[in-house]
């Protein structure tokens, strides 16, 4: 478990937002996505004659955006314990929960 807690903190680590360089970092990316996605909705919505039930593809789209949030809850988590164990390790967090038990 050390091994893998190692290599996700090696590529956090090395990790750099560049505005423009690092994919998807534009604001034209956001804007065109949001442009796309009305397009669809009301081209379905003015393609289908009369109201259809996507049963399938609301179940996949629920499943994409459930993996997703599993996704950004995990390396949620990871950067919280990797934090933690840092501090831990300085003492800091001891330092800073001893001025509330003394």
Wanted: hydrophobic share 50%.
């Amino acid at each position: 478990m050390e091994e893998y807690w190692t290599s996700v903190s090696k590529w956090t680590d090395e990790f750099r937002f560049e505005h423009g360089v690092t994919p998807l970092s534009h604001y034209t990316y956001i804007f065109g996505a949001s442009i796309l996605y009305l397009i669809t909705i009301y081209a379905v919505r003015y393609l289908t004659p009369k109201p259809m039930r996507f049963k399938f593809l609301q179940a996949l789209h629920n499943l994409v955006l459930t993996v997703g949030s599993a996704v950004m809850l995990l390396g949620t988590l990871t950067e919280v314990y990797l934090r933690l164990l840092v501090r831990l390790s300085s003492g800091f967090i001891l330092i800073t929960f001893s001025c509330f038990f003394a």
